[in-house]
């Protein structure tokens, strides 16, 4: 089983829609949890942390259950500009440094 | 935040030579980390790489193919040793620094696009 797993899509989406993402991880020690974004051909940038309480920036809205091990990503009213490879990342936390495991990436495509 | 730069961004290599990639930070930190990104997938972490210390390397991967230096606060760099066409790939450096939001966050530079012949 992978450490973190995504959906791959892609998820076609028009312009103005609500999407949602999810991952799962299987380190249950696991102590924090990212999205991050990676555009075509880009280096991955962080797009937000995601808090045991949930949070939101914007139109984003990330959530986390520890108990499922489950992460997702919800983005609403869309926009072209959100077309890109949304990456679930797990910090597993060893003791020793911040390592971060990815998943493989769930990628948007935001139609007019 | 950080900046990150790498050289070089891409290059095409024959099968048996080595390609040493570096980064560059424009602040001091602490921790460097080497990711290989394959074709369609993510990021693996091949080695972290401490100033002062041997890196430290990940399932799978050796110092003999993938050895690191860390010489500085500011710098590393990355040697894809005896090259072969499965290393085809995208090399990124990444460090550990403060965020927008006031807490560490990793950046990641532009990555090197290596392709193996």
């Known amino acids: 089983r992978k450490e973190v797993e995504q959906d791959p899509g892609p998820f076609n989406v028009p312009e103005g829609a609500t999407v949602a993402f999810n991952c799962t991880y299987s380190?249950?020690?696991?102590?924090?949890f990212f999205w991050y974004r990676q555009d075509c051909r880009k280096e991955p940038k962080l797009l937000m942390s995601v808090y045991s309480s949930g949070n939101e920036d914007g139109r984003f809205t990330a959530q986390l259950n520890r108990a499922s091990q489950y992460i997702s990503l919800l983005i609403r009213d869309s926009k072209l500009s959100d077309s890109a490879t949304y990456l679930c990342v797990v910090n597993p936390w060893t003791g020793g440094y911040n390592k971060l495991i990815f998943g493989a990436g769930t990628r948007l495509a935001v139609h007019p | 935040s950080a900046v990150i730069s790498q050289k070089p961004s891409r290059d095409i290599c024959q099968r048996g030579t080595s390609l040493t990639i570096q980064c560059q930070v424009d602040?001091?930190?602490?921790?460097m980390f080497w990711y290989r990104q394959q074709p369609g997938q993510s990021l693996t972490l091949i080695a972290t790489?401490?100033?002062?210390?041997?890196?430290?390397?990940e399932s799978g991967f050796v110092i003999d193919k993938f050895p690191i230096s860390r010489p500085n606060l500011t710098f590393s760099t990355l040697t894809v040793s005896n090259m072969s066409p499965e290393d085809s790939s995208i090399y990124l450096c990444?460090?550990?620094?403060?965020?927008?939001?006031?807490?560490?966050?990793?950046?990641f530079g532009p990555g090197t696009r290596l392709t193996v012949l």
């Open positions: 990444s460090v550990e620094a403060l965020g927008g939001g006031s807490y560490n966050e990793q950046f």
């Open positions: 602040s001091q930190v602490t921790m």
């Open positions: 380190n249950s020690a696991s102590q924090s």
């Open positions: 790489a401490n100033q002062g210390s041997e890196a430290t390397y």
